[in-house]
């Protein structure tokens, strides 16, 4: 088995501040992804990693940067924190990038922007 | 571009009645189908998903079929228990593209 680990588990920021979310997962999964997690819109793409020198950008990747920094990590920048924005941003893995792969999932950063 | 419909936001039940899930999908080509559970401050965790020969996945006394006809892939259970309280995401995987999830759908049992 194997873990993802999210720090940190909560964030609080200014507006128009830039935050970073890390993320570690000791699967040795070649995929990462974030997505970001609010009431009553499901899941939402923010950036995607198919392998450790790939950045890829998803659906809501607009005010957000990304960096695999190695295979083990991923992390995501809000570039200027949103007055009010209140979400919690959900990083995964994956073995690969095949249709049949199934995404592990961390416990989540949430964050509140003041 | 892929998509998955989960119409129902919030579904309330008492335990012991059967539980149903919808989900449905659109997609250019012939994805898998997931559905993940998240507990109340915990992770999102895979439940069940398709399988390429057309077999009924089955986990933990849920099911799921995927129809291909009808681009659905509904989540049901004969008897809820307390336990299922949780929310469920539906997925699509395609290979070309992210996995992409629905809205997803809170599932609340009542005694």
């Known amino acids: 088995g194997g873990i993802i680990t999210q720090t940190p588990k909560f964030l609080i920021g200014q507006e128009g501040q830039k935050l970073t979310l890390k993320c570690q997962q000791n699967?040795?999964?070649?995929?990462m992804y974030w997505y970001r997690q609010d009431s009553g819109k499901g899941l939402r793409l923010i950036y995607y990693?198919?392998?450790?020198?790939?950045?890829q950008k998803g659906d809501l990747s607009e005010g957000y940067d990304a960096s695999r920094e190695k295979k083990s990590s991923f992390s995501l920048t809000v570039t200027s924190a949103q007055k009010n924005e209140m979400a919690v941003f959900l990083c995964?893995?994956?073995?690969?990038?095949?249709?049949?792969?199934?995404?592990?999932f961390g416990s989540g950063t949430r964050l509140t922007v003041l | 571009g892929d998509s998955v419909t989960q119409t129902e936001g919030l579904v309330t039940l008492t335990e012991g009645l059967p539980v149903m899930l919808n989900c449905t999908y659109q997609s250019t080509y012939s994805p898998f189908l997931f559905w993940y559970v998240q507990h109340l401050n915990e992770a999102p965790k895979l439940l069940l998903k398709?399988?390429?020969?057309?077999k009924r996945p089955e986990h933990q006394g849920f099911h799921a079929t995927l129809h291909k006809s009808s681009s659905s892939f509904h989540l049901q259970k004969s008897s809820a228990q307390l336990s299922d309280s949780a929310l469920y995401y539906c997925?699509?995987?395609?290979?070309?593209?992210?996995?992409?999830f629905g809205a997803g759908t809170k599932l609340s049992v009542k005694p």
């Open positions: 997925a699509l995987s395609d290979g070309n593209n992210a996995p992409r």
């Open positions: 699967f040795n999964h070649d995929t």
């Open positions: 398709s399988f390429t020969d057309n």
């Open positions: 990693s198919i392998t450790e020198n790939d950045l």
């Open positions: 995964a893995s994956s073995r690969g990038f095949s249709s049949a792969e199934t995404l592990y």
